[in-house]
């Protein structure tokens, strides 16, 4: 790309700066577990997370501005506003699942809100939780509780950000719920502009930033099955992989597998055949 100089790398995104004002985000088809890239790619995973973010943004726009500002012919390149990102993951978690499972598990608590005793794996919250995390450089995030997240972002701006993230999930939800999937969780990252606004930037409601588990599918009381990337975690898991790099292989099947899971969850969120965002990227920005 003549027109970009590469930044930085990130386990699936490139980041090209465009001028001193815009980024250009190029989503691969790399897929990582246990932070760790794998070795085998899953053709067409990175178009899916640029146009499901596409089309989330512009759905979600009325709620907060973003930082796309075109998507590229080839459908998994994004032009971005460059900002000044808030140094936390924003989390909001509709169903009790992954590490907040885990946490209450342990303390009763989630990112410091107590919960009722007795809930199983995979219930549904009374109402969405905000439940921040560190941004680890390497290795895994690590939730925090509301009081350490200010502590970083000032409570003014955290209480914007808490309430924007708490809009955005439950409008995402109720689409996804029409469409037959459930949104369990999902992480939002958030910047400012020059003029100190708060922009929605990186990815969004995607099946690498989401949990998302088929609604006829849904039973409490264990892991759901789901789009997501938890697939090709299991297989990993069971090889007896130790978790470190390099990771294992995958084999056809599981990449065919994966690959499907992913094109799924796009066609039921948006209603647009994938090979129409093949042919014009443009469709998903209404």
């Known amino acids: 790309m003549p027109d970009a100089q590469h930044v930085a790398s990130g386990k699936v995104r490139d980041i090209y700066a ?30 899916v997370l640029t146009g499901l ?28 506003q460059k900002l ?28 410091g809100h107590r919960l009722r005793e007795g809930l199983q794996e995979s219930d549904r919250l009374p109402a969405p939780i905000f439940t921040p995390a ?7 995030d690590e939730n925090i509780t509301r ?13 914007e950000v808490e309430n924007v993230a708490i809009r955005l999930y439950t409008t995402a939800a109720e689409h996804a719920w029409a469409a037959g999937i459930i949104i369990a969780d999902t992480k939002f990252e958030f910047g400012l502009d020059p003029h100190g606004n708060l922009v929605l930037g990186d990815e969004a409601l995607t099946p690498d930033s989401s949990r998302f588990w088929p609604g ?6 264990r892991a759901q099955d789901s789009f997501d990337k938890q697939y090709v975690r299991d297989y990993a898991e069971q090889l007896g992989w130790d978790k470190t790099y390099p990771g294992p292989e995958l084999p056809a099947e599981v990449v065919e597998a994966t690959r499907a899971k992913y094109v799924e969850a796009f066609e039921r969120l948006t209603t647009i055949p994938f090979h129409a965002y093949l042919d014009d990227p443009t469709v998903v920005l209404g």
């Open 18 to 47: 465009l001028d001193d004002d815009k980024l250009l985000l190029v989503a691969s088809d790399r897929i990582s577990v246990f932070d760790v890239v794998l070795p085998t790619e899953i053709p067409d995973k990175g178009r």
């Open 216 to 221: 006829s599918e849904y039973d409490p009381g």
């Open 84 to 111: 000044e990102m808030l140094p936390i993951e924003v989390v909001v978690r509709g169903y009790l699942a992954g590490s907040g499972w885990k946490d209450y598990q342990r303390t009763g608590e989630v990112c």
């Open 134 to 140: 560190t941004k680890a450089q390497e290795g895994h």
């Open 147 to 159: 009081e350490q997240a200010a502590e970083l972002v000032g409570e003014e701006r955290l209480r």
């Open 53 to 80: 973010s596409g089309y989330w943004f512009t759905l979600l726009q009325a709620i907060v501005p973003n930082h796309m500002l075109a998507i590229r012919d080839d459908g998994r390149s994004m032009e971005c």
